[in-house]
């Protein structure tokens, strides 16, 4: 069993080592092995308990939390999301907007931008590279549907010439997990 002085070398010994396990994230280095396990185990299941995180990337649960707190912390794991079937509720069509705008101004980028944030209906946009300044993704019930948003919010946002419009006729992949 050993002494009691034994006992809290080890102690110390096992501190020490947890410690080093998450300097990479708290001291703000680069991302290390682990972290990029705990991102992967979290992506995966994000309602995974410090054990279950500790037990997929080999840490106890109390180093788990330390690094996924630091990770919060540093802004790498920017929040948790339940992930929403649309098709459950009534929005079975993806759609993909392509968009130009009159000037890519940053007065005109902004605004767009502003209303995009505010909008409920745009569920990502990008500032692209190419042809069209903007990529927006939409889940829609139908035509009808997006005719209706079309009408109503998207010819309207600021600085919209063009809108070109692509229609996913099944998802195949939508999240890679």
């Known amino acids: 069993m050993g002494?009691?002085?034994d006992q809290i070398g080890q102690l110390a010994q096992d501190s020490s080592e947890e410690a080093s396990e998450i300097a990479p994230a708290a001291a703000g280095n680069s991302l290390d092995e682990i972290d990029i396990a705990i991102f992967r185990c979290l992506e995966r299941h994000g309602r995974a308990t410090n054990y279950e995180v500790g037990e997929q990337v080999g840490l106890s649960a109390s180093a788990a939390?330390?690094?996924?707190q630091a990770l919060e912390a540093s802004?790498?794991?920017?929040?948790?999301?339940a992930q929403i079937d649309d098709r459950l509720l009534g929005k079975r069509?993806?759609?993909?907007?392509?968009?130009s705008l009159e000037r890519q101004s940053a007065t005109v980028l902004?605004?767009?931008?502003?209303a995009v944030r505010q909008s409920k209906n745009i569920a990502?946009?990008?500032l692209m590279a190419g042809h069209y300044d903007y990529m927006l993704v939409v889940r829609v019930a139908g035509i009808d549907d997006y005719g209706r948003l079309h009408q109503n919010e998207l010819s309207r946002l600021p600085g919209v010439t063009r809108l070109?419009?692509?229609f996913a006729l099944r998802d195949v992949l939508e999240e890679r997990l």
């Open 75 to 81: 802004g790498a794991i920017r929040g948790y999301h």
């Open 124 to 126: 990502s946009c990008h």
């Open 3 to 5: 002494t009691k002085h």
């Open 93 to 99: 069509m993806t759609v993909y907007i392509r968009v």
């Open 65 to 68: 939390s330390r690094r996924i």
């Open 110 to 114: 902004s605004a767009f931008e502003a």
């Open 164 to 166: 070109e419009t692509s």
